[in-house]
């Protein structure tokens, strides 16, 4: 059993919400690097990177696989590694900010910044999420927060994205 | 998929897994930190009983990319010249506790002997065995051909699941000897693409019919109907040119003529047209510098990308407990 917690409209409204709370803590878009973390971070960083567009400036976005810094390779199912794709301009001093679907124990959010330390050096990072669902495992948090929500640890959170998925929608999926 | 022994045991999702894999290492190689955390802990003996100097720094240092700690064996001047076997060898390194074996030995079969029997039961990795396999060769021979034949086909990053349907590679030279062209022939068919192996008669060894390849004895023939779109010229081992090696061909001269890319031959080839070598050549003798130096040469490509395909074989094998599940 799923029940829908997010429409369309609501991931639209909430990443247009987060591209101006991005803006209003950087005072602008000078130097914002959006980071997406794959698979389902990437088109969220491009929207959200359409969003500033819009209303201010153009911003650099890329990708980040966090995979070969993952702490649970060994006991998880082989994990493909994703593309990373850089900004020809590099992170070296500008304001980095972390793109991801879904944040729970924040093992992943923790893997993602061991990858940015290797390949520069911000002058800060920022962590920007569709759904934060709670039950963290390390002192981490989001800056900018789409939803939260309140889930037990054995459901499951489902977020599909038009570009990948061909429909915008977030479910919560029951434990079984 | 526990080991890699044959590129004949790929099936194509498996071999792409690898190629893709391959490009997000190579992603992270062009970074300032080029280790990855992600073989932390574990250790790779690189088990060496013939000599080889790149596969083996190949493998080295890809293991050292991916965190891991490499112990390197060779069979000169170790317990082997004093007459250990195989099985005791590999049964000292179990007991020390490693994580993967990567091997390379004279002896057809000898990777495979040591992934099937309980000697060790770790990740067994073929560095060539033999006139039989080298799978990471053919992998990284793909993936060098996947970056200059399809995509924008300038050596940059190929597209993820690309593989080769529709084109032509000659591999041309020693035929009978090389381990490379086996494993070239059987992964490269399981890619679509279509093989000639090109050589002197002698040099070709009977069964080759039953290869998923055609054979040619005639270079110039190949290059004017066949427009290869790639050529991967042989090494010809100079032991084998004497009546003492076998006497496979009258003289190095004679070989050049028929089988080497001299300028004639390069110019011959279509344009877009690459030349691969294994490595180590002889100028010369199957490749003139001219063909070895020019800008259509992929042969230090070939090197960079050996180290990025290793890494995504160690990944891939290693990683997880689970193994690959492609």
Do not use: C
Request: glycine share 8%; proline share 5%.
């Amino acid at each position: 059993m799923s029940r829908q917690v997010l429409s369309d409209s609501d991931i639209a409204r909430s990443l247009k919400r987060i591209a101006h709370e991005i803006l209003e803590r950087n005072h602008g878009a000078e130097d914002i690097v959006l980071l997406g973390i794959p698979t389902r971070g990437v088109p969220l960083a491009h929207r959200i990177a359409e969003q500033i567009e819009a209303t201010e400036s153009r911003v650099d976005v890329g990708s980040l696989d966090i995979t070969p810094y993952r702490d649970d390779l060994r006991s998880q199912p082989m994990r493909a590694m994703e593309r990373t794709e850089m900004p020809l301009a590099g992170i070296d001093g500008k304001v980095v900010v972390l793109v991801d679907d879904v944040l729970f124990s924040g093992r992943t959010v923790r893997a993602a910044l061991d990858a940015i330390n290797d390949i520069g050096r911000p002058r800060r990072v920022q962590l920007a999420v569709l759904v934060d669902r709670g039950h963290r495992e390390l002192p981490i948090r989001a800056d900018f927060v789409g939803k939260n929500l309140p889930t037990s640890r054995g459901e499951r959170v489902l977020v599909r994205l038009a570009e990948l998925d061909g429909t915008d929608t977030v479910e919560i999926e029951d434990e079984r | 998929m526990k080991h890699l022994l044959s590129a004949a045991d790929l099936s194509h999702a498996e071999a792409l897994a690898i190629l893709d894999t391959a490009e997000a290492m190579a992603e992270t190689q062009s970074r300032q930190m080029k280790k990855l955390p992600t073989l932390r802990g574990r250790s790779v003996v690189n088990l060496f009983f013939e000599d080889s100097t790149r596969t083996r720094i190949s493998f080295e240092a890809a293991a050292k990319r991916l965190s891991a700690d490499v112990i390197n064996f060779s069979a000169k001047g170790s317990s082997v010249s004093k007459g250990e076997s195989l099985k005791d060898t590999a049964q000292t390194l179990n007991a020390m506790g490693i994580d993967a074996v990567v091997i390379r030995h004279q002896a057809s079969g000898a990777p495979h002997r040591l992934a099937e029997t309980d000697w060790i039961d770790v990740p067994v990795i073929n560095a060539g065995d033999g006139t039989h396999q080298h799978p990471t060769q053919a992998l990284l021979d793909a993936f060098t051909m996947r970056r200059h034949l399809t995509g924008a086909m300038d050596g940059s990053p190929a597209a993820t699941g690309a593989d080769l349907a529709g084109r032509t590679v000659a591999i041309v030279g020693d035929i009978l000897h090389s381990r490379v062209v086996r494993s070239n022939v059987d992964l490269l068919h399981t890619l679509g693409a279509e093989v000639v192996v090109v050589g002197p008669p002698t040099l070709i060894p009977v069964g080759a019919e039953s290869w998923k390849a055609r054979i040619s004895y005639d270079l110039d023939r190949v290059i004017a109907e066949d427009r290869p779109d790639a050529v991967m010229m042989l090494r010809v081992q100079r032991e084998r040119m004497s009546g003492a090696g076998g006497g496979y061909f009258p003289s190095p001269q004679e070989y050049t003529r028929a089988y080497g890319l001299d300028a004639a031959r390069l110019a011959a080839l279509p344009d877009h047209a690459i030349v691969m070598h294994p490595g180590p050549m002889n100028r010369g003798l199957e490749i003139s510098a001219a063909a070895a130096d020019s800008p259509r040469s992929t042969i230090l490509a070939q090197v960079a990308n050996g180290v990025y395909v290793r890494m995504a074989v160690l990944y891939l094998l290693l990683a997880s407990d689970e193994g690959l599940d492609a």
